[in-house]
């Protein structure tokens, strides 16, 4: 649970350019989400860890829940580009598996998770913040829309799948996976998913050909 005063009024920032202390207040929550939790960014301790005064988090950001939402961005915003270039080469179903093991690993290995379970966790105790941090996952559901339309296009899945409903459910199940896997530091039957899910599209990949070999 959050500390009482120290992550109210979420809201418009004060500075918004870009700037030396700033970019280190952002990478100082970051790491100070995934390594002492929600409760534990305050902004003494974000401060700390940029050597800074911390009025100046209140400067930048105008308070300590604006400064955590941007460090959500921040991981937000680097994790689609890393995503994006992840899923863009995959032509199918099979290829869009092994990519979305590829960074579930390494969402893990860097503790990115971390910075989103504890803003989620964190929300339930700051006015305001919920709608905040549900905003900022309605991307990851567009994103992956589109990631399974363009990979389901030319499957046999493609007429009874609808990529929107899919995505939540995608979102949803990745999310449940990381968090699991971070809390009890075994990632061993996240990773047995993934080995059934490959199964499955390559079966439905060998059924597709197999169909088009047919009608031909």
């Not at 032509?91 to 390494?106: H, K, N």
Request: proline residues 3%.
């Amino acid at each position: 649970m959050a500390k009482p005063g120290i992550k109210t009024k979420v809201g418009t920032t004060v500075s918004t350019g870009v700037d030396v202390t700033r970019e280190a207040l952002v990478h100082a929550a970051i790491d100070a989400l995934k390594e002492e939790g929600f409760a534990g960014a305050s902004a003494r301790a974000i401060a700390r860890r940029a050597e800074c005064n911390q009025g100046l988090v209140f400067y930048h950001f105008g308070s300590v829940a604006n400064l955590l939402l941007a460090a959500l961005d921040e991981v937000s915003e680097s994790r689609r580009a890393q995503y994006r270039a992840a899923v863009d080469g995959a032509g199918s179903a099979l290829e869009l598996v092994d990519a979305a093991q590829s960074v579930f690993e390494d969402d893990l290995d860097a503790g990115h998770i971390a910075v989103l379970t504890e803003m989620i966790a964190g929300a339930s105790a700051t006015p305001g913040l919920a709608p905040e941090v549900a905003a900022r996952i309605e991307p990851w559901h567009t994103f992956t829309a589109t990631a399974l339309r363009r990979a389901l296009e030319h499957g046999p899945l493609a007429a009874v799948v609808e990529p929107e409903v899919a995505a939540h459910a995608v979102v949803a199940l990745y999310l449940g996976l990381e968090l699991l896997a971070h809390l009890d530091g075994d990632r061993s039957r996240a990773l047995a998913l993934f080995d059934r899910a490959r199964q499955l599209a390559t079966f439905l990949q060998m059924f597709g050909t197999t169909s088009e070999e047919e009608t031909q």
